[in-house]
């Protein structure tokens, strides 16, 4: 017994339409299969159940196509409204750039002070005993982020998991007046152990980048404003080689008014002036 053709139509609006249209192709299944097919009925489910598969995924595949064109026309428009009201982006690291997190199992008896003495720390220290995990906010994260918001739309973009990533937004963010759904963890990303811009929404040469990982952002490395480090606990010395004792252990932090994000929001700010200053005079 030689084998079946079955027609099967490449266009997914209508399938059947024409089986002998140049349009199709064919699928060819053993005489075993025929059989078992012809006594059981079965052949028209499976028939339809193929075809429904082609459906999907050509309307799938097309609609990704259109997504594609539809994302350029969105980062052009919101890229143009932003400009307008004079903001460019900025892209946010959270893990040593904006605060410090550690497993609560890893806390050390020298930093065992800290525990039960939130409010020594003025509402930058937090025990999120859901995930196991103590945070401690950078000096100055607050002022930073209210500073910046005037003049950059802001986005949260970490190598953590999006629990993760939307638990620190609600601590840092609790009003949701910087971050909105802005929240890029590492579950969103497109690129295993790296970083990139095509999950934002702007444009690259509007857009700055704080972090104090340089190799996440390999393809970005013109964007990417380096940060110092913030170590406020023992295990993040150790995460990283360092022999040196944490902030935490020596019970001090960094300077509110002196500290890297209170030097760093000049540094924005005179980025944002400059920027702005050649963009009308070559838009004049
Ligand atoms: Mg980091």
Redesign the pocket.
């Known amino acids: 017994m030689g084998s079946k053709r079955i027609w099967i139509s490449t266009e997914p609006e209508d399938p059947l339409k024409d089986p002998s249209s140049t349009s199709c192709s064919t699928l060819v299944l053993p005489p075993s299969f025929q059989i078992t097919c012809l006594l059981s009925g079965f052949c028209n489910m499976v028939l339809w159940v193929v075809i429904l598969m082609d459906r999907f995924f050509g309307r799938l595949s097309r609609s990704l196509r259109l997504s594609s064109d539809e994302i350029a026309r969105l980062r052009n428009q919101d890229t143009k409204n932003l400009l307008r009201n004079k903001k460019l982006y900025l892209i946010l690291?959270?893990?040593?750039?904006l605060l410090n997190s550690t497993p609560l199992t890893h806390i050390t008896p020298e930093e065992e002070h800290i525990t039960g003495r939130q409010d020594a720390y003025e509402g930058s220290l937090f025990v999120l005993e859901h995930m196991h995990t103590m945070t401690k906010l950078r000096p100055f994260v607050r002022t930073f982020l209210k500073k910046a918001s005037e003049i950059f739309e802001m986005y949260i973009y970490t190598?953590g998991d999006r629990s993760y990533a939307h638990e620190m937004a609600k601590i840092l963010d609790p009003n949701r007046e910087y971050f909105d759904s802005r929240v890029i963890s590492r579950d969103d990303g497109t690129q295993r152990n790296q970083k990139g811009l095509d999950v934002v929404l702007g444009q690259e040469n509007c857009v700055l980048i704080l972090?104090?990982?340089k190799k996440a952002w390999t393809k970005h490395k013109d964007n990417l404003i380096l940060i110092d480090r913030y170590h406020f606990f023992a295990s993040s010395c150790q995460q990283f080689g360092l022999s040196c004792k944490s902030l935490s252990q020596l019970e001090m932090d960094e300077s509110e008014g002196g500290g890297a994000l209170a030097t760093i929001i000049g540094v924005l700010k005179r980025i944002h002036t400059i920027f702005f200053q050649v963009f009308c005079a070559f838009s004049n």
């Open positions: 690291d959270l893990d040593h750039t190598m972090d104090d990982t």
